[in-house]
């Protein structure tokens, strides 16, 4: 309950700041932050963009908040994804079969290629006592500049200007329920396993308690070892996932670009990170940077407040909501004592008088 | 009301844990100069914060205090320390790498005219304080060489050597054997000759007439009362500490061992930092059934290594470690956990996850060992989970708001409570304790110490390492004692003195044999 108040003010508290931010550079802060709104909920396709938004976020907040959550620093989420969206893409562009055989295949492919490119500063880690923070952080280098090579070189699309590979085959695109991109439904899927996973089975149990305290889990039997391997893996194949979506998704460009997804890889790392111990607010904030990062492109053509405003909004409430978090209690804390050393003092002066 | 000439006074001192644990409850406290002032108290009643707060390492939530009438206000140590307050604490803050002259003047070094430290100078001061209080050590060696008894005489010169003429001494005797500890009483004497003033805490009510000048007894955060130290009893004592007549012995009656549980064979383990020396040195080891083995021993001496080879922390170089009759040398921590229980000295880091809650604390090592709180599926079973920890705060008396409260909320003695009842729940045949009762309050002790037996007569082998003879007297069928990784000594309770066992600890008796 405290928890929740909490996250609500921080995020009242972040927009007031926003606002204060957008008045004094002349903008109108309501009328923005209704642009926001309207164009990120009030339409059908605008919703449809904001949920598929959402998907991804899901996706990546939650591998993040697998990893740090059962110890686990994995920095790497931009190297997994552009890793899971390389083999999406390769599979998508020449396997034509029939949906139902190619998107199972290249999603797991995907979920696959970024679980070993975790796995691997998984056994750096284990084998040689390699940081993963430093690793996986360095990995992401190795990524970007593999893919931003076979864009432009191997892959490149011949008849466009720009490094990009060509699009894969239209069969081999999500398709929609209505306006709402399949993405959606798997993302909540995969929230809903994972969820049951970390809350209702030993090895959930033991991925929790290792990251509140590893030799504590350790000593009382805990495989640590082997859960840090696996909790690496399952980080990375989420993230795998979630660069598949973004190579499959009906609302995505269907194609490798440069930088794919590197915003929104550090997106992920925000939401698990302003989501703490509570992975139920991976969801709520997945949907919420969602509607402001939807919202952000119509509120720019409607108020010509910059679209990159909600980047500082985003920071402003992560800022705001973690130390809520974390001062909130020691704030209420200190007056409670003060009060109660009044109290005392007095109730033990009286007899004296 | 308050004598004006009074050396040191603090008046209605009140200090609150955030948010509502009183740790000190409107005290007010006089202190002569040239005395040695003793406070005693449980653990947890409230003398080190009473003393931290005058050392200004605590704010006090609210209270003044006055040195010779004069109103301080201490923001740090620093402040203090001009003001001639100095404090040994438990643990030392030494830095072992260093020698004990760079230790003692650290932060107060002597510099020439361009402002380069000018060690000789210091030396020469240092020397001569050495000298004055009959400290005969090398001033250019490493601190790490020397015993924990001789580090604690570098604190006290560190202290004197900044001209303090108020010395707070934390429980200095946990961590002494019985002769060190009459070394240590020499020193205070001598000092207080000098007319220091001594601010001594214990919880030892031996050493506390043995020494002191005036008593105060605090108990719960609250000062019960200050006496001279003239005509008062341990039953005086130890009724004002507890604020009921207590028993000093465990009820343990003798009964007859039945099969061996732990052997261990030739077991020894090479230290990895200090080349050729020898952590565990060939020993050899057997608790049988219905029986505790207390393992006593000067910090230090190869204790802790051994209940980490036992539970499989850390591997010997050598040797075999059984339990049953089966070899389990090999064996991961996770499998050895199948047949030992295990309760490490240090609570916070070692025995528990303080953030998560009593049930998750509760629940860890049953998750894979207790089948019953499991489905068919390996889902866990969150009822009858939850049932188990209210079980076990009932049968252990754990007083908390619900299972649900995260362990930090608890008192040490609880939060021990949950431990205890998490690892003798396991009903394995051995119990492996490092110094169970730690930090703990007399009730807890007594209601752990009870709970110990109690698996004993229910068969179980239990090793116990204590730093604290007493309770090693009273719960042990058989004592060893360990000393640079040997066991030198092994003697019945009953047929052997504390003065015996404490010259095994020091290496004063045995090592001709």
Redesign the interface.
């Known amino acids: 309950m405290k928890k929740t108040v909490v996250v609500i003010l921080g995020v009242l508290l972040a927009f007031i700041v926003g606002a204060i931010l957008l008045s004094a550079q002349g903008y109108h802060p309501i009328e923005s932050y209704i642009s926001m709104f309207k164009n990120s909920l009030l339409t059908k396709i605008a919703l449809g963009n904001t949920l598929a938004r959402m998907a991804i976020f899901i996706m990546l907040g939650l591998a993040a908040y697998f990893g740090f959550n059962s110890g686990v620093s994995n920095l790497g989420l931009f190297g997994q994804l552009l890793m899971g969206a390389l083999v999406a893409t390769l599979i998508g562009q020449h396997l034509n079969a029939s949906p139902v055989i190619a998107i199972p295949l290249m999603l797991i492919a995907a979920a696959i290629a970024g679980g070993v490119y975790s796995g691997i500063a998984a056994l750096f880690r284990l084998g040689f006592g390699m940081n993963e923070f430093i690793t996986t952080l360095m990995m992401n280098f190795i990524a970007k500049y593999l893919i931003a090579y076979l864009v432009t070189n191997p892959m490149r699309d011949p008849n466009s200007q720009w490094p990009m590979s060509r699009p894969i085959l239209q069969s081999n695109v999500f398709s929609r329920i209505g306006d709402i991109d399949m993405t959606v439904f798997l993302a909540i899927l995969i929230f809903i396993i994972v969820f049951l996973y970390w809350n209702f089975t030993r090895r959930g149990y033991e991925f929790r308690l290792t990251g509140a305290n590893n030799l504590f889990a350790r000593l009382g039997g805990c495989e640590v070892n082997k859960n840090f391997f696996s909790s690496m893996v399952i980080s990375g194949v989420l993230a795998g996932i979630a660069g598949a979506f973004l190579i499959m998704g009906s609302t995505q460009q269907n194609k490798l670009i440069p930088n794919l997804g590197e915003t929104n890889a550090s997106d992920g790392l925000m939401i698990a990170i302003i989501s703490g111990q509570s992975m139920p607010s991976v969801l709520f904030f997945s949907l919420f940077f969602g509607i402001i990062q939807t919202g952000s492109v119509g509120m720019q053509m409607d108020t010509n407040v910059p679209s990159e405003f909600t980047v500082m909004l985003q920071a402003i409430m992560v800022l705001f909501v973690v130390a809520f978090r974390d001062y909130s209690e020691l704030f209420i804390n200190l007056i409670k004592a003060r009060s109660k050393s009044r109290k005392l003092r007095t109730e033990d002066h009286e007899p004296v008088c | 009301m308050q004598a004006e000439n009074s050396f040191i006074r603090m008046e209605?001192i009140?200090k609150?844990?955030?948010?509502?644990n009183?740790a000190l409850?409107?005290v007010s406290v006089e202190i002569e100069e040239g005395k040695v002032h003793s406070f005693i108290g449980e653990n947890g009643a409230g003398k080190s914060t009473l003393m931290k707060v005058l050392f200004g390492l605590e704010p006090a939530?609210?209270g003044q205090i006055y040195i010779h009438g004069e109103k301080v206000n201490f923001h740090s140590p620093n402040d203090a320390v001009a003001k001639g307050i100095g404090m040994v604490h438990q643990e030392f803050m030494l830095i072992p790498s260093y020698t004990i002259l760079e230790n003692v003047i650290l932060g107060y070094e002597d510099t020439n005219k361009i402002g380069l430290l000018d060690l000789n100078r210091s030396r020469k001061k240092l020397q001569a304080l050495c000298d004055q209080m009959g400290f005969d050590v090398n001033l250019d060696e490493k601190v790490e060489n020397y015993s924990v008894a001789i580090q604690q005489k570098v604190e006290i010169i560190k202290q004197l050597y900044r001209e303090v003429n108020v010395l707070i001494l934390d429980e200095p005797t946990a961590v002494l054997a019985p002769q060190e500890a009459d070394e240590l009483f020499k020193m205070v004497e001598s000092l207080k000759a000098e007319g220091k003033t001594i601010l001594f805490i214990s919880h030892k009510l031996d050493e506390i007439l043995q020494i002191s000048d005036t008593v105060t007894v605090m108990r719960q955060g609250e000062h019960v009362w200050t006496k001279p130290n003239v005509g008062l009893t341990k039953t005086d004592l130890a009724e004002a500490m507890v604020g009921r007549s207590v028993l000093f012995t465990v009820e343990k009656t003798k009964i007859e061992h039945g099969e061996p549980v732990l052997e261990l064979k030739n077991i020894s383990l090479k230290s990895d930092k200090v080349a050729g020396r020898m952590l565990l040195d060939d020993v050899n080891l057997t608790v049988h059934e219905k029986e505790i083995v207390g393992v006593a021993g000067v910090e230090g001496n190869g204790q802790y290594e051994l209940v980490q080879v036992v539970?499989g922390?850390q591997f010997p170089d050598e040797g075999t470690v059984s339990v049953l009759g089966s070899d389990i040398s090999k064996d991961t921590?996770?499998s050895r956990?199948e047949s030992i229980s295990?309760i490490?000295q240090d609570r916070k880091?070692?025995?528990?996850?303080?953030?998560?809650s009593i049930q998750?604390n509760a629940?860890?090592?049953h998750?894979?060992?207790n089948d019953s709180l499991?489905t068919k599926n390996?889902?866990?079973d969150?009822g009858k989970i939850a049932s188990f920890a209210d079980e076990l705060i009932k049968k252990y008396n754990v007083v908390c708001e619900s299972r649900k409260a995260p362990i930090k909320s608890l008192s040490g003695g609880n939060q021990q409570k949950v431990i205890v009842g998490r690892e003798f729940g396991l009903e394995h045949p051995l119990l492996v304790l490092d110094q169970p009762v730690r930090g703990l309050d007399v009730g807890s002790i007594e209601y752990i110490h009870s709970r110990i037996i109690e698996q004993r007569d229910a068969g179980a082998a239990v090793l116990l390492v204590s730093a604290d003879l007493d309770e090693l007297f009273s719960l042990s069928d058989r004592i060893i004692v360990m000393y640079k990784g040997k066991i030198v000594a092994e003697r019945i309770p009953e047929d052997t003195t504390r003065n015996e066992i404490g010259g095994y600890m020091l290496g004063s008796i045995g090592d001709s044999q």
């Open positions: 209605s009140v609150i844990f955030p948010p509502s009183v409850d409107n939530t609210s539970i922390n921590i996770r956990r295990y490490s880091l070692a025995g528990s996850s303080q953030d998560d998750d629940f860890m090592s998750h894979y060992l499991v390996k889902i866990l969150k």
